[in-house]
Nanobody, 118 residues
Framework: QVQLVESGGGLVQPGGSLRLSCAVS????????MAWYRQAPGNQREFVAT???????NYGDSVKGRFTLSRDNTKNTVYLQMNSLKPDDTGVYYC????????????WGQGTQVTVSS
């Protein structure tokens, strides 16, 4: 029974920062590949960042150099530090976990709204 809960979204001015959290309950976090996606109104879901169990990360081109993804296995939580935010970063941010227990299964959180506006 894996559940993901995002938090930390809100309203921020351009150039500001936010830190999103994704807390994972249930088994399998230590071996899970975690990721963040976002979706702006009228747009398709966009890949933001991913981190594997060993800590290696990958970022979408639009956020590379500004966002940092990390994980704390003692807290079963991943963090997305977002700096130098732009209006185009606005959207609902979703946390995703892929857990491979025989067959890979994908889990999603409920999403957290990020709005970058003056």
């Amino acid at each position: 029974q894996v559940q993901l809960v995002e938090s930390g979204g809100g309203l921020v001015q351009p150039g500001g920062s936010l830190r999103l959290s994704c807390a994972v309950s249930g088994s399998g976090f230590s071996s899970a590949t975690m990721a963040w996606y976002r979706q702006a109104p009228g747009n398709q879901r966009e890949f933001v960042a991913t981190i594997v169990s060993g800590g290696s990360t990958n970022y979408g081109d639009s956020v590379k150099g500004r966002f940092t993804l990390s994980r704390d296995n003692t807290k079963n939580t991943v963090y997305l530090q977002m700096n130098s935010l732009k209006p185009d970063d606005t959207g609902v941010y979703y946390c995703n976990a892929v857990i491979r227990s025989g067959i890979a299964k994908s889990y999603w959180g409920q999403g957290t709204q990020v709005t970058v506006s003056s």
